[in-house]
């Protein structure tokens, strides 16, 4: 079982930069492929990024690629998301995602594939 507890969201201006933070409970942290979905009103939950258990390998979505960056450090079971020149369509609730993984390099884009979510934090991008 893992625990996710996402942090970091707020209200920024277009242009600007957040950090969002999810800690994991447990001690096997460093086994677990990472992802951010995120989820506007009216809208389905898409896939922002994704990141394998190493840390070396990562993918995103083509509408975040180039301004946002994921990266995380096992020592502190705690995964990041670096928002930058943030969009007032990046506006949705962030919610942090684990699957275990036996497997170095393995990255996850699709919401089924993950068994393990946090609640979510709000971001909210004002033109």
């Known amino acids: 079982q893992v625990q996710l507890v996402e942090s970091g969201g707020g209200l920024v201006q277009a242009g600007g930069s957040l950090r969002l933070s999810c800690a994991a409970s447990g001690r096997t942290f460093s086994s677990y492929v990472m992802g951010w979905f995120r989820q506007a009103p009216g809208k389905k939950r898409e896939f922002v990024g994704t990141?394998?258990?190493?840390?070396?390998?990562?993918r995103y979505a083509d509408s975040v690629k180039g301004r946002f960056t994921i990266s995380r450090d096992n020592a502190k079971n705690t995964v990041y998301l670096q928002m930058n020149s943030l969009k007032p369509e990046d506006t949705a609730v962030y919610h942090c995602t684990a699957e275990a993984s036996s497997t170095d390099g393995l990255v996850l884009t699709r919401e089924h594939e993950y068994d393990y979510w946090g609640q979510g934090t709000q971001v909210t991008v004002s033109s």
């Open positions: 990141i394998d258990r190493s840390g070396r390998a990562t």
